[in-house]
């Protein structure tokens, strides 16, 4: 597998506080990676620096060989537009904690509104597109409901099929589940089981271990910025090597 997702040194401030600290990770395509971490560890704030909702303050981060944010000429980096940027982070998919669908569409809206709006593309095509990844994650019956007759796992569910309409090479999850109730986690960690089978490249910030466990093929701890342990979800989560990890797996199972 070749890699999909490379970052070297990626450093976040946000005024004097240092988010991220020389971060240097590799995905390849195909790998589900999933990352762990106390809050305010800047879990988060990579996965918005890889999709480009922050710019990095030093180093860099390249997704399928393409450099992100930054043109380079020769020895000199410029600055991308912020129209050039929007192309790159079509590469992405991202599918945050809020669901973040539009109350006013229908759930075929929603999904249907990216590929027509912002790709361009026949509205006659997307809309099977859309109607096959309702299917995906058993919502087809729902197309014509709105957010607001949904649960949260379905409207979950339909922010993930939103996500997939765009054909991104990428699927980025940013704790997911983490405003659910918990009778629903387990429908939407089904329909993201099923990508990962499917062969999606997923970066996933997760608090559940048990997915992590099932799913990942690595397992990143972070802490105050910076990457403390990684490994295989077993390394990670039954024996890791760093006390702080260690610590971390022994109050999240407690």
Request: glycine share 6%.
């Amino acid at each position: 597998m070749s890699a999909m997702v490379v970052a070297v040194d990626v450093n976040k401030y946000f005024g004097p506080f240092h988010a991220l600290q020389n971060v240097s990770l590799e995905i390849k395509h195909g790998e589900v990676l999933c990352i762990i971490g106390p809050s305010g560890s800047g879990k988060s704030t990579l996965l918005r620096c890889i999709n480009q909702l922050e710019r990095i303050d030093a180093g860099a981060i390249w997704i399928d060989d393409e450099l992100v944010g930054f043109r380079q000429d020769g020895n000199k980096l410029y600055e991308l537009t912020d129209a050039q940027i929007a192309r790159q982070r079509l590469a992405s998919g991202m599918v945050f904690q809020r669901f973040n669908l539009f109350a006013h569409m229908t759930v075929l809206e929603n999904i249907i509104e990216g590929p027509v709006i912002v790709q361009k593309r026949a509205k006659a095509s997307v809309i099977p597109e859309a109607m096959a990844l309702l299917e995906r994650v058993g919502l087809a019956d729902k197309k014509d409901a709105y957010p607001s007759e949904l649960s949260g796992g379905q409207q979950q569910r339909i922010a993930i099929a939103r996500a997939l309409a765009m054909q991104p090479k990428l699927m980025l999850f940013d704790e997911p589940t983490s405003a659910l109730d918990p009778e629903l986690v387990s429908e939407v960690l089904s329909v993201m089981r099923d990508l990962a089978t499917s062969g999606m490249t997923m970066i996933v910030v997760t608090h559940e271990l048990g997915f992590a466990r099932e799913v990942a093929h690595r397992v990143v701890f972070m802490d105050h910025g910076r990457i403390v342990e990684t490994g295989t979800p077993h390394d990670i989560l039954s024996s890791p090597k760093q006390k702080r990890t260690q610590d971390f797996i022994a109050a999240v199972l407690s």
